[in-house]
Structures are given as C-alpha cells and as structure tokens.
C-alpha cells in the first residue's frame, strides 16, 4: 500500500477469506457479464458463498443475489443492508492486467468485481463470527447498476428493504489515494436520466444541399446548443451535467442525409434543476428543428435519483473507518457527479455511500472508471471490507429507537 494507508494487521478477518477475495475478485474480472445478463456471475457468487457455509441465499432482481446473515450473539432486531453491484461495462479491456476479460468487448471498468468480492468477504466473515453479534445484515449482490431495467429498483420493487433499518454502499474511487475512505453527508451523487433524439430532415444530393434540409447540420446545431444550458443558464453551485454520447446518421458520401439520432445523458443534482433541465432541452431541439425546417422528436428516459447520504449514518462509517485504519485515513470529501442506483436505497432508508482510495501509481491504478485501461488496487479491498465489517457490527448494537 501507499504511504500512509491501512496496515493489513487492522482488520481480524481471516487471512484464508482475504486471499479468497483476491481470488473471487480475478474470476469475475475474467468473466464479466453487462447488465441484466449475470447469470454465470450469480451462479459463481452463489457457489462461493455455500462453501463457506453460507446457507439462506436467495434470487433476487433477476440476476441477482441476496443473503441474510443473522447473529446469534445477542438479542437483536436490527437489520441492515449492505448493497454490492456486480455488472460489467460495454468496453474492450486494455489494462494489461494478468487477469484481464475473456469476454472481447465487455469489461469490469467500474470496480463492481471488486464491490461483490468485498461483499463476499463481509459474508463469509459476518458467517464465522455470527457468535459475536446480534441482529441480521442482508448482502444484496444486484445485478444491472449500469443499465436499464436498473437493479436496485427492482430490489426496492420486490420489497427486500421493507423490514431494512438502513442501508450502506461503497464504490472504489481512483481519484483518492489507495486504502483511504472518503465520505460525507448529504447528496453525494446526482440523479441520471437519459435521452434519444431523433431528427428528420430531408435528403438530398450532395452536390445540391439546398435541395434537402441537411438532418446533420441540425443535429449538430442541436449538440452546440444544449451546451449552453448548463453553462450559461445554471448556476455554477447547482450540480448539472448534460452530455450528448452518440450521434449517429448518413450513410453515403454523395447523400444529404435525412435523419439522424442523437443520444445522451442528464446528470442533476436537485429536483428542481432536473425538471427545468428537461424542460430547457425539449425547448432548444424544438426550436433549431424549426429554425432549420427541420421536425424533432425527443424521448426522456427517467432513471435512478441521486443518492442522499444520512448524517447518522454517515457518522457511523466514520467512526468505523477511523477505527480500522486511523483518523488521517479517513477524508471528508464532497460527493460527485457520478449516478447510482443506490440512490433508490437511500430513497427507501436512512443510507450511506462511501468511496475506497485505489489510486496508486505504483501499480497503475491511475486511469478514471469507465476508462478501458482502469485498474484496482487491490491492496485496497481489505480496508473496504474491515469498514463495512466494523460498520454493520456497530450499526447492530445500537438500540433500535422505532
């Protein structure tokens, strides 16, 4: 590990269930599955589970899976909720690590291998030491945290937060260095919505463009002026991103063309904004389409909201990380503009999302998520587990006021 960062002697899980992390981490990183598609993952996740003894393991959210791990320590109604993502993302790997996707053009580039290997050594440890505590804590490893239909709405859907207390989420963060725990109360990601546009103009013969209504032009007209919503129109302290990420139209040299899509992505920070975001860029498409005789159909997709951290819970993780790795580990760090979907679990219940450090340059653990040559420090992960470990053993042994 980087200078300053945990010691390995900081945690008292079991060296055999870390090296299995490791281990478990490097399969699903060769063998990732996109979103809604995991079934070799959950059936692998599953198997290592039930080695370790694990028994109440249930379906959920398609290909998802959930665990309940209840103490027997000590009286105790406490439940808690500690969420894992195991999808991959839609990107050929060029990290150049040993264990790198078998799978051409799929790729864990979002660190959930390392979220599920985390949560199984969470599992398999809680399992162990089910003597020392009380009350339950109930794994989700959710499918489809990168697409639609989402994962974590389908959990909050089939009712598995119902009898929750309060839920708790962590997401590798190459930006801070390796081992540390950043986290703070308060919105720590923003909502995420999504949009197709579909542009008709009219085609025409390249040499006579004026013939036609160039669907191109439009559309590219469209693109320079959606910018000009957030950085002319918001305030700077208002979180909004919008990014145009596909646009796709034309399909000869020598022909006008005359429609083209345009896809792309809303990030908001508030409910406000979001809905004066959708109502601005319907409004600017409507309007090039008609200045350039043009016609244009928008589709807005709502996905999941922003994910609101509580100010007790995030105490909680706090105290814990402070606990496992020391007061100069742990940072209080702003959220950012990232979407989750862990958002519809902090909608449900009092949550918390915190970030691991895995940047270390000596191991190139460098590149941001979503990057193909992103890589994970992996030293990193049994700081990870310690905190969620320390966390849901706490969070059990406070009384329950309602």
Known sequence: MAS?????????????????????????????ELSNREANTQRYLRQMLVDQGIADIRDVAGFGLAVDIVGTGKPSNRKLAIRADIDALPIE????????????????????????????????HLHQSRDDFGGTVRLFFQPAEEDEPSGGKRV???????????????????YTPTGKIAV????????????????????????KPYEGIDAIAVACAM????????????????????????????NAYNVIAGKVTLKGTIRSGSDATRERAWRRVRAILEAIATAHGASVQLDIHKGEPGVVNDVE?????VASAKACIGVDNVLSTPGWTIADDFGYYSEKCPSVYFRLGIRNEAVGSVFPLHHARFRVDE????????????????????????
């Open 184 to 207: 703070s109360s308060g919105p720590y990601t923003l909502a995420c919505d999504t949009f197709d546009v579909f542009v008709t103009g009219s085609a025409a013969h390249a040499a």
């Open 4 to 32: 300053g960062s945990a010691n390995p002697d900081t945690t008292d899980i079991d060296a055999g269930i870390l090296d299995r992390m490791i281990e478990i981490r490097r399969h699903l990183h060769r063998n990732p």
């Open 93 to 124: 790997e060029e990290s150049g690590v040993e264990f790198a996707s078998m799978n051409p053009g799929v790729m864990h580039a979002c660190g959930h291998d390392a979220h599920a290997s985390m949560a199984f050594a969470v599992a398999a």
């Open 313 to 317: 819970m995030t105490e909680l993780i």
């Open 156 to 174: 909050v859907e089939e009712g598995l937060l119902d009898d929750i207390d309060a839920a708790i989420c962590v997401h590798v963060d190459p």
């Open 223 to 250: 693109v320079g002026e959606l910018q000009k919503i957030v950085s002319r129109e918001i305030d700077p302290y208002d979180p909004l991103v919008i990014s145009v990420t596909g646009i796709n139209g034309g």
């Open 379 to 402: 030293a990193a992960l049994k700081v990870g587990a310690a905190t969620l470990v320390s966390a849901a053993t706490s969070f059990l042994s406070m009384h329950r006021e309602n």
